[in-house]
């Protein structure tokens, strides 16, 4: 059931619906993510909030070393 006032309504879809319009790939794993390196984003658990494959692939060599300095 969805009401007008939920959180998904007012955030989550305003949220997909802005990225959608900037281009931007998507995905509503809410319901069926698998997880681990083969899983539907590679995260390891929810609580890996960075998608750590796609975001160090998106950097530098050098900065992404810095960060991994920084999280461990």
Not at 33 to 47: P, V, W, Y
Not at 64 to 71: G, P, W
């Amino acid at each position: 059931m969805t009401y007008d006032y939920s959180e998904d309504k007012l955030i989550e879809q305003t949220a997909i619906k802005l990225f959608k319009d900037l281009k931007w790939n998507t995905a509503n794993v809410y319901h069926g993510e698998t997880f681990g390196k083969d899983g539907t984003l590679g995260r390891n658990s929810e609580a890996d909030i960075i998608l750590s494959g796609r975001f160090f692939d998106a950097i530098p060599d050098c900065l992404s070393r810095h960060i991994l300095t920084l999280t461990n």
